[in-house]
Structures are given as structure tokens and as C-alpha cells.
């Protein structure tokens, strides 16, 4: 076991450094130049330079690389080029409001689409199987940013039923926070929530399906148990196992989608903020930004794998072995 | 007779016995399929009792099961014989009323202590299912959930009958694994299904068809899949529990070295239909019907010598049962030309001993 969340880590570390490297490279190969996008009319060609030099953007990429490597090490993130505060500060910011949505997107995806395909799967072939087909390629082939304006519009400003952004009204406090964080928290989440949970209830689905013609639901079946007892102790819980691994692939598509809706929101979270700073290609920003959601996307694969472990008794063994 | 509970008292007068007579009109054509009653001494009223029990699959109709009567002791155990294909899966399957009701017709009745279980409502199966009547089934290696600890899977039957808290049904979960000749009861309950022996895991699961003292146990091949001597050990279990719980079993095997070990009587089944019934010792030593006379020449003996006289083809898949006459005229050597068209009656041909057949042996 611990052996294996050793290799897990080492594993985890590597994906990551890959992650730091490519950002930093796809960053340098675009064809703008920061500078020019901080320049105002009044600066001198001077000032230019010595903007330049302050950043590091006139040394060879070899040592720009270097000298992040080392910064990184040290556990420095940079200083952000457009508002000249440290990137772990801004991240900082913005970091709980991007959990807060990505977990509650996830979570409520995940117990829409194990509901909706043990439904499917208990009535499989009938209108409502096919209804939740339907409805789940909807969902995963929309595309954020359409979803999300459209009920923008509709909720936000047609009927002005809910924020059309922001985390919370200042001033509030107490209950009535708490409150007024989950009317903010309403729509993005909705969106995301939308375009995930066909997987997981497609998953689900096809698990059921299988684990219905099993003997050991046959068992639980011949004990005297009512169907649907049996259905959610040993078909659903079972089913689950394959239905939650999938959480760790899913993480990346749902961080790079809550981009897409942080920004539509305006929710200011790290996707919000990764879309502020492309427009002012505030290098050691984004690249904080990429390496905090690599990283988050990576904890959480191992964390699914735990989950995975727990879910699994047979899986427990095999790692003691 | 060796086996004083298999004797039939009543032979042919099966018919005019209280509990057949509406199910017999006294016609030509009904009274072919009259039950061959066994009456079990002691017993006024059978366990179990099936009175042309039917099966037929209702998208086109394929007959499965024909008019299948018999009726089971208290602490009996009968073995139902046959090769694969049969039916004596989807007999016991349909017994305890585990077959999907969308996919199939029945007819006939099924009376268990005197009610027809045909007519109960679901609530009250599910009250009797697992309680009264449990089932075994053939694959140890599948029959347990992977994801629950043993003790949880135990347990678990009897909270659903019983109205005890979770740390009475463990100790009760544990003397029924206890009782199943498990060695260490309490490590086994925390132990995962993956980590038994398929000898073990079929103790586990007579541990849990037995957890509630059920007055029957389908046992659907116990053995098949377990070596020689976990057979046996099974087999001893099988008869101490009778003993025990005074429990009877329907034990269906295709294997007759284990009906001669344990069984008091025995149902012949082929193509859908009981062919033969008998007491066990009586219908091993002079069987009558061709079928199982084929069934025990293929037995083999351990001498090694000669060849192994087969019967020649193969049961027919259901839609192919030849139910307007006898089912295994095709294959049958004997078979006279009225065998393919006309279904043979049941003669009684003496103590206890039934046999559908036109020319028995």
C-alpha cells in the first residue's frame, strides 16, 4: 500500500514537471511579446528596456527556464507582470472559490448520474431509458459557453432571479452569507454539472446493466430481499467502483470547463483569473495558474485511486501482496 | 426399501387422494399426467407440492417446464436428476419464484404447507423467500458480493427476517457460519469472498441459506464446481443439517454417485418433464425408464474397463421438446412408433416407483 502511493506520488511529480515545462515553452512560442502589451505611449524606449530587464525577458530561454525551475523549488511562483503582486497571493484568492465550484459540480454530477443511470439501467429499454439517453448526449456534447449564456440571459437578466456574477454581496455575514455564496454558486455549478454528469450516469448505467444478470445479485434476490434494496446494496454499490475511477479522468475535462464558466460568470476563480491573464499574457501568472490546476487535477487522480482502493476489497490485497 | 420415507403408501390411488382430486378429472386425457405421489409417513400434509406445474416463455410461447408434479416431505431430500437442458435450474429458479414474471407463464399450482404460492403477492414472497424456502446455487466462486465482508453477507440474511439489532445478527451470522463446519467463524466474517476457497465460499452460502432455518433448501448443483472430497464434506453437511433443522432439500445434480449418497427419493427430469420417481436405492438399483437407464450406464466405474455406452445425441434446446409425445423418443432405442406421438401416462410400477414410458424397462 505504501509502495504503491509512493510510486503513485513519483508518478504524480513527473506528470507535473512535464506540465511546468510545456506551459512554460507553449508560452514562450507565442508570437507576443508581454512587453508590448504593458507598454503605454508615454514610456521611452529606456523604460522599455528596463522593464524588459526587471522581468528576465532579455536572458536566452535556457536561463529564463532555469531561473523558474529555481524559483519554483523555492517555492516562489513570481511576481505577476500586470499587477505586481506575487502570483501565490493571487492564487491564493482564487483558489477556494474554484474548489468550492469544481467539488460542488462534481459531487452533485456525480449523484445526478448514478441516480439517473441506475434508472436507466433498472428500466432499460423503456421511455425513460431512452429519455436519459437523450438527455445525457445533450448534455455532453453542449458547449459550455453557450449553456452558460443562455441561462445568463434567461435567469440573470430576463428574469432576474439570480446574480450574473461575482462569489458573494460584501456586507453580508452569517447565515445569510452562506446563503448568498450558494445563489452565486447556482448557475456556473449548474453548467458544469450539466456537461458531467452524463458520464458518470452512461458509466453507471453499463455497470448496472452487467452486475443485473449477476449471481451474487441472485443471492442477495433468493435471501428475500426487495428489488430495489437489492438494486442500491449490491448492484449500485458495486457499479460504483467503475462509476467513481472515471472522477480522475473527469477532473481535467471539468478544470478546463470551469475556465470556460468562471469566466462567463465572472466568478473569480483561478479559470477566471487564467482568462485575465492570457489577455495580458502575464507569463508567470498563467504559469502559476497551470501548475496549480495540474496539480489539483493530479492530487485528485491519486485521491480517486484511494477512493478506488477503499471501494475495492480486492484491490486492497493485490497492493499488500 | 432401505428408505422408509420414500415409501409410497397410496400408489395408484393417487388420484382419488384428497389433495390431487380437483387437479385429477377422471378423463382419458388428464388423467395421463396424474401425479405420482409419494407420500412421506408422518407427514399429513407435504412440504412442498407442485400439481402440473407449467413454464412457458411468454414472448412465443416455448414450452419449458410440463405438468410437473411431485410432492417433497418435511426432511426429505429428493434429488431432481438429468442431464444439462433439462430444466431442473429453471424449476428451482421458478420454485422460489426467481424468474423474471414479465418473461414467463405458469400454470398449474404450487402449494407449499397447503397454500398455492402462485397466488401470493410479492410483499408476502418476499417474507417467505430466504426465510422458509433458501436456494444454493452452483457457482461458489460468484454467488457472494466481492465488495462485502462475509460476516456483512450472513448477516444480512438474517436482518431481513429477523428483528435483531447488527451485533445480534453478527453472533447469529456467526454460529450460522459456526454451524456450517466453517473452522474459524469469526476471522471469516472479515474476510472478503476473494479470499475463500470455493469449498469455503459454499459453506458461506449454506450458511446463509440456513441462517434462518428454512423449512427447504433448493440446493441447484451444490458440488458441481468443488472437488471430490469438498463434495463429500458438503454432501455430510448437507445431511447433519437435515438432522439438525430437520430442513429438506431439492437437490439438483446431474451427478448420481451424489443422489445415491444422500438423497431419499429421487425425480428423473428430461426435456421439461419428470419422467421417473422413485426411491433412491429402487431407482438406482432397477431403473425403468430408458432414459435413466442411460443416464447409469454412462456411469463410469472405476475398474476403467471397456468403453462408456453413451446416450446417442443430445437433449434438444426447449423449443424443440417434443411434448406431443414422449420427449426423449428421439434418442431412446426402444422407442415405438406411438412414442413420438402420443405422451406416455404414469404407471405405477410398485412401491412408489413412477415411470412415464410406453415400454418401460
Redesign the interface.
Known sequence: MARYLLRRVLWGMLTLFLAVTLTFLILRVMPSDPVSVMVDSRMTRGDIEALTREFGLDMPLTTQYARYLANLCRGQLGISFATRQPVSVLLAERLPWTFLLNLSALTLALALGVWLGQAAAKRRDTWLDWLIHLLAALGGSIFVPSLGLALLYLLGVKFPLLPIGGTHTPGVVGLAYAADVARHLLLPTAVLVLVTWPHYALHMRASLLEILR???L?????????ESRALW??GV??AL?PTVNISGLLLGSLSGGSILAETIFSYPGVGRLIYEAVGRLDYPVLQGAFLTLAAIVILLGILTDLLYIC????IR?GAER | MLNPLALVSEGADACADAHVADACVPDAHVADTCVPAAHVPGTAAPLLELREYSLRLRRDGTGLLDKVSFRLGTGEIVGLIGESGCGKTLLALSLIRLLEPNLFTVAGQVFWRGEDILAWPEKRLISWRGKELAMIFQEPMTSLNPVWRVGAQVAEAIRLHQPVGVKEAASLACQALRQAAVAAPERLMRQYPHELSGGLRQRVMLAIAMANRPRLILADEPTTALDVSIQAQILELMLRLREETGASFLLITHDLAVVAEVCDRALVMYAGRVVEAAATRDLLDTPRHWYTRGLLASLPGLDGEGRLPVIPGAVPAPAQYNWRGCGFAGRCRRALPRCGREPPPWSDVGAGHWVRCHAPA
Open positions: 449477476a449471481d451474487y441472485r443471492t442477495a434476490r433468493s435471501k428475500g430481499m426487495r446494496r449490491h454499490r458495486n467502483i471501494l475495492e476489497p480486492r490485497l
